[in-house]
């Protein structure tokens, strides 16, 4: 594959980031304008499973086997520096506004079970880093995925999917119980049985992607048309009012997530298609690519900026703006310095990226060193 089309695929990835960033921050400022900008958590969820499931893939096919010491390491040393500097400022903002429950919100920003403390209102339901329940399910996701993955691939290769399937339809089941048992909507929301099958659902694509896909299949996915399909479901779901539509936790989250695999299959065999390109544009991926940092920081920025705007739309311009300098700076200072160093734990000899020649290498055509397999 030449560099360049690498580079589009990398660029397409963090367009995604951006739309769920973008869907995300407009949601929490104007909930009214945009109801089902929440689900950008999910095409979050989404991305995360088909990357994370496909390095993991593409390591065992290489090696025979997973680094589980390297694979925590690497994904240490991607997410905790710059949550750990968001954690400590926004909690000494806290202390000083005398919050009750500061240092409990940072044991649970840093332990990752922010998602069970919002889900059981441990310390009520307003919290300053409450939105930092995702970066939990997510971690959560990271922990244990990998080493069933690997009992898999080494006892039972052929049933990955199955169970991976398996799983994902467990987590709707359990969903589905838990409503017909008259549990509320807010904690169904942060429970991580919710959001298995988001991730789940990433990561099937990125087994079926791996075991290699049929030439029609291939085709039909790489058709500008199914792409711009994709995306405008995905568009027209944000203004759609999910938090109190059942069938929203009952199915639809997975039905979400299967719409961001086929952007993120597309995206890798239709490298110049103009869904590709303009998910590729230098501001889009710009955004994309300090997405983490924009979703740390646009929750207390938007805080403190509360009441600086005469409208709604202003305050989301001045929300951006001023999260945008704090993820940049998070970007140059501890992101980017973070990242050089995690390039150490990538294992050596592991190609940059897999040709689809063989049929189970598919077609993971980026650059796992610039990807860095996470959602944000």
């Known amino acids: ?117 919002a889900a059981f209102k441990l310390l009520g339901d307003s919290l300053s880093m409450g939105h930092t329940w995702s970066l939990a399910v997510e971690e959560q996701f990271y922990l244990l995925w990998p080493l069933l993955m690997i009992f898999l691939l080494g006892r039972a290769r052929s049933w990955l999917m199955a169970a991976t399937l398996a799983l994902a339809a467990m987590g709707l089941l359990s969903t589905f119980a838990l409503q017909v048992m008259g549990v509320d909507t807010w904690m169904i929301y942060f429970l991580p049985t919710t959001r298995v099958a988001p991730l789940l659902v990433g990561a099937a694509g990125a087994i079926a992607h791996w075991r290699g896909l049929p030439a029609w299949s291939t085709q039909l996915v790489a058709s500008p048309w199914i792409a711009v399909t994709a995306l405008a479901l995905i568009t027209a779901w944000f203004f759609r009012n999910t938090w109190g539509d059942v069938w929203t936790w009952r199915a639809g989250l997975a039905g979400f997530a299967a719409l961001t695999v086929l952007l993120i299959v597309h995206a890798i065999e239709a490298p110049g298609s103009i869904v590709t390109r303009i998910l590729s544009l230098p501001p889009v991926a710009w955004l994309g690519r300090r997405s983490y940092a924009f979703y740390l920081w646009h929750a207390p920025v938007l805080w403190m900026l509360a009441s600086s705007a005469e409208s709604p739309w202003m305050q989301i311009m001045i929300t951006f703006a001023a999260t945008a300098a704090i993820a940049e700076l998070s970007w140059r200072l501890v992101e980017a310095p973070a990242l050089k160093l995690k390039t150490r734990f990538e294992r050596a000899g592991l190609p940059l990226r897999a040709e689809p020649s063989a049929p189970h290498a598919g077609a993971l055509g980026w650059r796992s060193a610039e990807q860095g397999g996470e959602a944000h």
């Open 1 to 117: 594959m030449e560099k360049t089309k690498v580079s589009a695929r990398v660029a397409a990835f963090d367009g995604l980031r951006a739309i769920a960033i973008t869907a995300v921050l407009i949601t929490h400022v104007v909930p009214d304008n945009l109801p089902g900008g929440q689900l950008g958590v999910d095409l979050f969820f989404a991305l995360s499973g088909y990357l994370i499931t496909s390095l993991l893939l593409k390591e065992y096919d290489h090696f025979g086997r997973v680094s589980l010491k390297d694979f925590y390491i690497r994904r240490i040393l991607r997410l905790a520096p710059a949550l750990m500097v968001f954690a400590v400022v926004v909690t000494g903002f806290a202390l000083a506004r005398h919050e009750p429950h500061a240092w409990g919100e940072f044991f649970a920003v840093i332990t990752y079970t922010m998602n069970f403390v």
